[in-house]
Every structure is written in C-alpha cells, then in structure tokens.
C-alpha cells in the first residue's frame, strides 16, 4: 500500500496581494461585466480535443448580466451559432489586441439591430459577418451585450478572451484580478511503461494511484518498481479562493535525482494548435477511464510549444540497480506548488510486450494508406503522433440495415490529429444512394452511434473521420422530427415567443426555415436542446388575428419535414 505524508501549508497574506498587482499594472480596462468576478473556468484547462482558450466568468447562475467593452475599439466580427461559441461577439482594440465575448443570450443595441438586419436579409439566423472600423465603433465600458447559455454552454456563463495581434488567446488571469492561495490537488498518479514492437512505440499503464486530492508537499514511503523506460501521467484538479469550481493547473515539472527531465508551462497556444492536447494528455486512459492526465512523454508528431525542458522525450531511464528520487510537481497560475516525491528503483523483471497485432507499420511523418477492394484507408502525414501498427477488423455479423460490413480501424484509444478519408465498398440500391452515409461507434459496448457522413460514388461511399473506431454503410431515409410546443389552431395571445422541438436520428439537422402567413420569420436554433424558438415581432406579425405557420426541416441527406398549422396572436 503507498501511503502518503501531507506537510501542511499556511497561507499568508502575500498570496491574496498577488493578484491585486495584475488590476495595477493593466488599470486602462475595463471590467467585462460589472461587480465582482469569479471563474467558472481558467485559462489552458484540458478539454475534449481543445485547450480552454479563455476564461469562463460566472454570472450567478442567471441569463442577462450586462456585458462591457474592455477598451476602446470597434466591433470587428459577429458569430451567431446553433453550437460552439454560440452567440459571439469580437472588438479589436486600438491597440491591436481584441476581445472576444462568447455564449450570449443577446447583443445589445446597436449591435442586435444590425444582426437581425443581416438575419432577415439572408434568411438564417446563423451567420458569421466582419465588420469594418467606421461601422460600430465602441469605448472603454460600452455596453456591447448581456451573458447568456447559447451554443456549446452548460450554464450560464461569459466565456471571455483577450487575444494578440496574431489572434493567439493569452491567459485572461493576466489582467484581472483573482484570489488564489490554494495549491493544486493531485488526484492520480499514473506511471507508464513503454515497450517496443518492430520500432513501434506502445505504452501500458503499470501503475495507476489514486492520491485522493492531496496538495501541499507529499512524500511516498515505499518504494517505486518502475519498467523503465517510462514516463509520468499526473491528474490533478487547482482551486480557487470564493468558488468550489475546479480548474486546470499551469506548469508541470518531472525531476529525477534533483535533475529537471520534463517541464512544461501552458501558454499562449494558437487554435491551430489546441488539438495537440491529445498527445499532449495520456490519450488511452483518458478513452479508457475517463482521466485526463498530463504527460511527460513528448511524441515525435507533437508540435506543442510549451515545453521548458525535454530530456531524452520525457522518459525516465533507470538502467541500474540503485534507488532513484523522483518528483513530480504541479503550479498554478499564482505559482501555488504540490509536490509528490518519490522513490523509484528499476524492476529487473518487465512484465510481457504488448502481442503484435500483425498490423501494417505506418509512420507519423508520412502520408499513410490502406487500399483493398472493399475498404480504402488514407491517413495523412502528421494526422499521427507516433508511429502505429495500423489493424483492421472486418465484422461479419452485419445487421440488415448495413450496406456494407463493419470495420474496426485501430483503435479509438489512438488519437488522430487530422482526419483520415475512407472509403468504404457498399451495396446500396439506385434508388437510396444520394441518402448513403457512413456510421461511426467508438467501439462495439458502446450503444450511441454517431454518423460521419459521406458521398456516394461509383460503388463506394467516401467520408472523413477524426477517430478511429467501428465503421459501416448505411442509408438515412427518414426524415427529422418536428414537434411544436402549442397544438393546431391554438389561441398564444400574451405569449412573447413559441418553441418546437426538432430532431434527427442519423445524419443531423441541415436547415431550418419558419414562415407566418408565408413570410420568413427568425427562429434560433439551440441545437444542445433541439429546439427552434421564434419570439414574435409586431412589425411582422399582426395581434389579434389568426395566422398560418409553416416550418420546414432538412437533414443532411436533404429528407424534409414540412408543419403546417395555425394560431391566434
């Protein structure tokens, strides 16, 4: 059994001055929303296939918290999405840097009047529109909008980043001010040991320790057996004073007999960069148990620049019969440190390598095929992190609804940093091949099934997928589900707005249009609720009197479904 030892810590008073310093040295900008600021989220925390490119500010749980320009400028470019950032808003700054203003539930005026303007012109309310300096201008504490739920949100949020010249999001904690004077929480300690199959690298997880939240200056009693060469996976979770949220930590260090071998500080991460995160986390754990721990092997196709320090990528290498010291320790962004020390020895006995899937060698730096007669593969240069013996499965016991087998591609626990094409051979009847499309699971225990597309074409269907997993043809026939929220002929006089709930069961929601009295009317989309919601204007529509809606509903296979009803407003 490890047991840990804590060394209690006391906070002093210089750890709560810290932040003050940052509001003295950027004093110029404003707030972006009023009262006193909390997070929700900071800067770099790890995320599915992102670093967190902002900072997250609550705003009590409610929509509506008025929203500010940090500084003078104008409003430089305005994103409305069903997803993503939702309801978006960006100003650049005289100065060249911008602030971007994401998941609002509205824009103020001037701004909201201009972006209905540009709905109704091209009839869909998501749009993506850049703006010239003369057309909005704004100053330092304008009000630019209200925080809000929209897009890929989880709660009532202002998702809130400043970003340079180059459009690189730097850490928002720089400019305002936060409490913290609470070292980060180790939860899992992981050490995995690497084995090699034809020069192909494959890690296995040789010990997997939970250390309970602990923070402070930790020390192990027992000794470590390490299969060396391995590399360190550390989960850990930061908190901050006045919240019970849980954020991500900023500096990572791996220490063998007091000599740095890996270090990492997580910043300035340009988008084009983000999904590095999955190589730069243990990939397969977190596929495989859901923890997301931070590395310290570097692979080869792993382009990051965060990295302080890399001796020999990351990996410890024992090669003796002593014992090792071994500290792993964690920072935050007001340089609260846990540290966990251990002893470490190389195990002489190392358990059994990994069997050889008698897959085909592909490399990370190369541009990679498959071709048969029934499936073709391309998986481009740099898609990989490392090199992989790529395995195909082919699943016989194919459904009736498939028009083609089943194939297991790799594994899911792999990464892709780029999408690889297929193309997969399919029995597909005339009549159904615009509607063909290729399915995807993670793996055969799991019941959701995702589509990734695709194109019908001389026998073959082609898509592109971001993930390996299981992979088949099939035709999407049916069309999407339109249920309103009000029955046929209803009387919705002293209602401000009406919902009706949209779905589709295979290749997803493609557009969406609603009419009153056969005029284009603006519905939102909130694509995480499958709901379209029109609020009613009277300067389109009449009060008092009955009135006809239709609303038509594609999927990506162009099946629609057409409502036709009636009320009184």
Request: some cysteine; aromatic content about 10%; proline content about 3%.
């Amino acid at each position: 059994m490890l047991r840990i030892h804590r060394n209690k810590a006391i906070a002093v008073a210089i750890g709560v001055l810290l932040p003050l310093l940052a509001i003295a040295q950027n004093n110029n900008l404003h707030q972006p929303l009023s009262g006193k600021m909390l997070l929700s989220a900071n800067y770099f925390e790890l995320r599915d296939n992102h670093f967190h490119s902002g900072i997250d500010i609550k705003v009590g749980g409610v929509v509506g918290a008025k929203l500010f320009s940090i500084n003078d400028g104008y409003v430089s470019r305005i994103q409305v999405r069903a997803g993503g950032y939702g309801k978006c808003l960006y100003i650049k700054h005289n100065d060249g840097t911008s602030s971007v203003y994401a998941h609002l539930h509205d824009y103020a005026n001037p701004i909201d009047k201009f972006v209905k303007n540009i709905q109704y012109e091209k009839q869909q309310f998501e749009i993506d529109t850049l703006l010239v300096p003369e057309q909005i201008s704004v100053s330092r504490g304008t009000l630019i909008g209200y925080a809000g739920d929209t897009g890929n949100s989880f709660g009532p949020h202002l998702h809130f980043e400043i970003r340079d010249t180059a459009q690189i999001p730097l850490n928002g904690i720089k400019f305002y001010p936060f409490a913290d004077t609470k070292a980060p929480e180790l939860n899992t300690l992981a050490i995995f040991s690497i084995d090699s199959i034809r020069t192909v690298v494959h890690s296995r997880t040789t010990h997997l320790i939970d250390l309970k939240g602990r923070s402070g200056n930790m020390k192990a009693d027992s000794i470590i057996r390490i299969e060396s060469p391995a590399y360190i996976g550390l989960e850990c979770t930061d908190r901050m004073n006045y919240t019970h949220n849980k954020f991500g930590a900023r500096k990572m260090k791996v220490e063998l007999d007091n000599e740095v071998i890996f270090s990492t500080t997580i910043d300035n991460i340009p988008f084009s960069k983000t999904r590095y995160i999955n190589s730069f986390i243990a990939y397969n754990e977190k596929v495989r148990n859901r923890k997301t721990l931070m590395k310290s092997y570097v692979e080869p196709g792993n382009t990051l620049e965060i990295y302080d320090v890399i001796k020999n990528s990351g990996l410890i290498a024992l090669n003796d019969d002593k014992v090792h010291n071994l500290t792993i320790s964690v920072t935050d962004d007001y340089n609260n440190t846990s540290t966990l020390s251990l002893r470490a020895q190389e195990k002489k006995t190392k358990g059994n390598l990994i069997e050889d899937n008698g897959g085909k060698f592909f490399r990370w730096n190369k541009d990679n095929f498959h071709i048969s007669n029934e499936l073709v593969v391309h998986i481009p240069k740099e898609a990989l992190y490392n090199n992989i013996l790529f395995d195909i499965e082919k699943i016989e016991d194919s459904t009736a609804s498939f028009c083609s087998p089943m194939f297991r591609l790799h594994t899911s626990e792999t990464p892709l940093h780029k999408p690889m094409r297929l193309a997969l051979k399919a029995n597909v009847p005339d009549s159904s091949q615009s509607k063909a499309l290729i399915a995807y699971h993670s793996s055969l225990l799991s019941s959701k099934r995702g589509c990734i597309g695709g194109e019908y074409s001389n026998g073959y269907v082609n898509a592109s997928s971001a993930s390996f997993g299981y992979f088949y043809v099939t035709v999407d026939t049916i069309p999407p589900i339109i249920t309103p929220n009000f029955k046929d002929k209803a009387d919705l006089r002293g209602r401000k707005e009406i919902s009706i709930k949209i779905w589709d069961d295979l290749s997803g929601i493609k557009s969406y249009n609603g009419y009153i009295d056969d005029t284009w009317v603006l519905f939102e989309y909130n694509a995480k609720k499958d709901m379209l919601t029109h609020t009613f204007d009277k300067s389109l529509t009449t009060q008092g009197k009955k009135h006809k809606l239709t609303l038509e509903v594609s999927d990506r296979k162009n099946n629609v479904t057409t409502l036709t009803t009636e009320f009184t407003w």
